[in-house]
């Protein structure tokens, strides 16, 4: 079973939210999700974002894998924080 971090549309009508979830990458949409790691909401100002990143760590630790809107939205978040210069 391959795993997947994506968004899954919540809200009303004109008024989307997302939640971040791990679900398996063959399931529909709104199918069964494995585990929810955060909330993203585009539309409040600042586009407003809410990451668990030790979970997410954790999945991405297991071999799930982000989808490119995910794996922005991380990058923001400081998930993927640039590894340390060496020094020569």
Same mark, same amino acid.
């Given at each position: 079973?391959?795993? *997947?971090?994506?968004? *899954? *549309?919540?809200? *009303?009508? /004109?008024?989307?939210?997302?939640?971040? !979830?791990?679900?398996?990458?063959?399931?529909? #949409?709104?199918? /069964?999700?494995? #585990?929810?790691? %955060?909330?993203?909401? $585009?539309?409040?100002?600042? @586009?407003?974002?809410?990451?668990?990143?030790? +979970? !997410?760590? #954790?999945?991405? +630790?297991?071999?799930?894998? $982000?989808?490119?809107?995910?794996?922005?939205?991380?990058?923001? #978040? %400081?998930?993927?924080? @640039?590894?340390?210069?060496?020094? +020569?």
């Amino acid at each position: 079973m391959s795993l *997947r971090i994506r968004l *899954r *549309r919540v809200g *009303r009508k /004109n008024q989307p939210s997302y939640r971040i !979830v791990v679900a398996d990458s063959r399931a529909s #949409a709104g199918g /069964n999700i494995v #585990a929810m790691l %955060g909330h993203y909401q $585009p539309r409040a100002k600042g @586009a407003q974002s809410d990451v668990d990143l030790e +979970a !997410v760590r #954790a999945w991405l +630790a297991k071999g799930a894998t $982000p989808s490119e809107t995910v794996a922005s939205l991380l990058k923001k #978040a %400081g998930c993927f924080a @640039a590894p340390a210069a060496k020094e +020569a």
